[in-house]
């Protein structure tokens, strides 16, 4: 092989490993930009979820609460009512 073909022969090789390159760049950046949609999109999934789940951990609260309230007011009553039974 002559130097003047090893030289072609480097060059065009140089050209593809440029194309080549080029091409990865463009794969890698489509891939960056799908992929951001996608963590968006989930992130924006997951804060609803969040959001959810703390509205009905307050709705259960408030729930407990007065059940717990109805619990002490039957209590109260059913010893109210005990001690008319026994006066009579």
Known sequence: MTDKEFQKFVIEHLVKLNEGQEKLNQAIAKIEIEHGEK???????????????????ARLQRIEDKLETHEVQIK???????NKRKVK
């Open 76 to 82: 109260v009553l059913d010893s109210t009512k005990s």
């Open 39 to 57: 963590f968006s999109a989930l992130f924006d999934g997951y804060q609803s979820i969040t959001e959810t789940l703390a509205d009905h951990s």
